[in-house]
């Protein structure tokens, strides 16, 4: 069998905790890049709760960025340390810098959403990844952003779970739609899935919300596919206040 074109690959090494793991949310970006003729290869290292400090101290992250050559590497941090530490937080970040980019990959910061009971929280959360990722060029995939434009509009589906912190798959399958508008520049707008637990009214209303936020950030024009983004996607940045 044929090698994928390079023109249709991207090799994602995802590292974060149940945020990332919760209704495997790397395969849901990789069902919606293969309905659109698209390959994600890709590969988690998550540990529940794990803030980005100890899963560097513990070494199998950059062990992995090392070894393997992914054309991004996703970094998720401890859900409510942005608020309590952003300090902290951006030190924890720091630390995979030069590994990521000595490797020839991309950092992309995968921005969470506040917790249910803490809407007022997501400012916090938004402009403690954007720093960061002013500071080391990053791209940001805004999917915190994604979940409080639709919670401004929308009951249903639920995107919080009933502990109010976890994503249901709504919520997962709302940031499977941010990442691959982000990482593929294209809108998941029209892509089909069938879910279980997901109406198809339920996925185009997820699918056009995640497209809105995502066509409102200003980014470099982009063109062609994977190649091209490598070169041109960097740091995202919302257009205006949301």
Request: aromatic residues 10%.
């Given at each position: 069998m044929a090698e994928p074109s390079r023109e249709t690959l991207l090799k994602v090494l995802f590292i974060g905790n149940s945020f990332t793991a919760r209704n495997n949310l790397p395969n849901l970006i990789a069902q919606l890049a293969e309905a659109r003729g698209l390959i994600l290869q890709h590969h988690l290292i998550s540990a529940g709760g794990a803030s980005l400090r100890m899963h560097w101290n513990k070494g199998d992250a950059k062990k992995a960025i090392l070894e393997t050559g992914y054309d991004y590497v996703v970094l998720q941090e401890q859900s409510t340390l942005p608020v309590k530490n952003p300090v902290r937080m951006h030190e924890n970040i720091r630390l995979f810098d030069d590994a990521i980019k000595g490797s020839g990959a991309?950092?992309?910061?995968?921005?969470?959403?506040?917790?249910?009971?803490?809407?007022?929280?997501?400012?916090?959360?938004?402009?403690?990844?954007?720093?960061?990722?002013?500071?080391?060029?990053?791209?940001?995939?805004?999917?915190?952003?994604?979940?409080?434009?639709?919670?401004?509009?929308?009951?249903?589906?639920e995107l919080h779970d009933q502990d109010q912190s976890h994503p249901t798959l709504a919520g997962s399958y709302l940031a499977a739609c941010v990442f691959f508008a982000v990482l593929f520049g294209q809108s998941p707008v029209g892509v089909e899935n069938n879910l279980k637990g997901l109406t198809p009214a339920d996925i185009e209303l997820l699918q056009k919300t995640a497209w809105g936020v995502c066509a409102n950030w200003n980014q470099p024009k982009v063109g062609g596919l994977i190649g091209s983004l490598q070169e041109k996607t960097a740091f995202w940045t919302p257009k205006h206040s949301v």
């Open positions: 991309k950092i992309a910061l995968y921005l969470t959403w506040a917790r249910k009971n803490a809407p007022a929280t997501q400012s916090a959360i938004t402009e403690a990844y954007s720093a960061v990722g002013r500071e080391l060029g990053a791209t940001i995939v805004p999917a915190g952003i994604a979940w409080e434009t639709f919670l401004r509009k929308h009951k249903q589906p």
